[in-house]
């Protein structure tokens, strides 16, 4: 079952995670900024999941999420391997094992993530021509 929250939701929370990274390492909270790196690409995972019907309630559905929409939807190859280090930001929280220079770069590479998976067509409209993609 997906979520009763509607795909706005998360699309506007994946983008509020984005833009409180830099606040966090100002104060020197480089656990915070890596989960909220972790945060603003979870929600967009969720956000195309749910757009698509699918569940998305735990890591492994995410991560199922990003693999279906490279091998069913045909998304770009490389959301794998940036789903994988937006991971490891997630437990660069628990670890602490990333400095300001890495999430900095790490924010930019979530940030095309993230756009990535919001310019992903929908091919369940009904106006989706496989030919057009």
Known sequence: MTSPRPVSYYRERSRHFANMVAGEIA?????????????????????????????????SLRRAAVIRLIT?????????GQYYIASGFHVGFYEGSFNAEHIIQGRALIAEFVQTLESLPDRTNAGYSAAGA
Do not use: F, N, Y
Request: charged residues 30%; glycine residues 8%; contains cysteine.
């Open 27 to 59: 104060r020197g909270e480089m656990e915070l900024a890596c989960e909220v790196l972790w945060g603003a690409a979870a929600h967009a995972i969720k956000s195309v999941a749910q757009r698509k019907g699918w569940t998305h309630d735990s890591h």
């Open 72 to 80: 069913e939807e045909r998304a770009p190859p490389h959301l794998r």
